[in-house]
């Protein structure tokens, strides 16, 4: 696709409108995804804070969890994880579109399609980082809802317990690490799917293909890119995990907490439940690309903001 023919979004919406779909789209993929594989994040979770206990990998790990607590134990967290991930993804997706679209702005149409990749990079690691601002006190209370059973009944409780004996700054002990996984975990994630489906777009063009195989270049990309993210972003997801099991010590600085974890974990130990990990994140990075795609199509606003060649 020629450079001057990057930039290709519906001229009758831009804007607000167009950015909201982005969003809503983003919002409704991310929720849907990370809800559905729950069960697997229990389980990777719990391998995580526990590598004694929780030995056998993902399936006998399912297996232990519903034999000493049940098989409703599996969705510990499920609305925390919905709501946190139905607002971080409208504000990643949509976010990325429009940091693109600041990019364009800022160094024109033939630089940014000619340094994409920086321009990728960027944009999603900008999106992140105000997408981890709504989303890390949902995470937090995901967390010690999967690491204490017994600590509250779900979001709501789980969340105002939180909040009322440990103070907003519980919210964000996580923050640091959130970080340190979910922006590089996007930019790797969002670069890759670019490049690979960019890739196949050169040679098998997008105008030529069907919706349906659309679609299925969206889950391979995805697949692909999910397994990149989860490989770069492993060790700061174990350290997330082991911070927000219990609160800290007083007067503990959350660097303190992170430096003392990390040498407790070490490298072997950072990379705990990286099975679980590649294939949840696998599995649904591709079901967010492919998801997306479809309801931005249903929602007229499929092209985006294009600036491969």
Not at 5 to 27: E, H, R
Not at 69 to 87: D, K, Q, R, S
Not at 182 to 201: D, G, H, R
Not at 256 to 269: H, P, Q, T
């Amino acid at each position: 696709m020629a450079a001057a023919k990057a930039v290709n979004t519906p001229a009758q919406d831009s804007g607000i409108s167009l950015y909201s779909k982005f969003a809503l789209a983003g919002a409704i993929c991310c929720s849907v995804t990370h809800g559905s594989l729950t069960p697997i994040d229990v389980v990777k979770t719990r391998i995580q804070l526990d590598p004694v206990t929780y030995n056998r990998g993902l399936i006998g790990g399912i297996r232990q969890v519903v034999a000493n607590e049940g098989a409703g134990a599996l969705l510990t967290g499920v609305g925390p994880t919905f709501a946190g991930y139905f607002l971080q993804g409208a504000f990643k997706f949509g976010g990325y579109e429009f940091f693109k679209q600041q990019s364009i702005n800022l160094v024109g149409l033939e630089n940014a399609s000619q340094y994409r990749t920086g321009v990728y990079l960027v944009s999603s690691a900008f999106a992140e980082f105000f997408a981890d601002i709504a989303l890390c006190p949902l995470e937090a209370t995901r967390i010690r809802l999967v690491s204490e059973p017994t600590y509250a009944s779900g979001l709501v409780s789980g969340f105002s317990k939180m909040l009322s004996q440990e103070g907003i700054g519980a919210f964000y002990a996580g923050f640091g690490p959130i970080l340190f996984k979910q922006v590089p975990y996007t930019m790797a994630k969002f670069v890759v799917y670019e490049k690979v489906a960019e890739a196949i777009y050169r040679r098998y063009p997008k105008n030529k293909m069907s919706d349906g195989l659309q679609t299925t270049v969206n889950l391979g990309s995805g697949l692909i890119a999910g397994f990149a993210a989860a490989l770069v972003s492993q060790p700061a997801d174990t350290m997330l995990s082991k911070i927000n099991k219990t609160k800290g010590l007083p007067g503990e600085s959350t660097t303190s907490r992170l430096i003392k974890i990390a040498k407790e974990l070490g490298f072997r130990g950072s990379y705990s439940g990286i099975g679980a990990r590649l294939f949840m994140v696998g599995t649904l990075t591709a079901g967010q690309f492919a998801i997306y795609g479809d309801i931005r199509r249903i929602l007229g606003a499929s092209s985006g903001v294009e600036i491969a060649k």
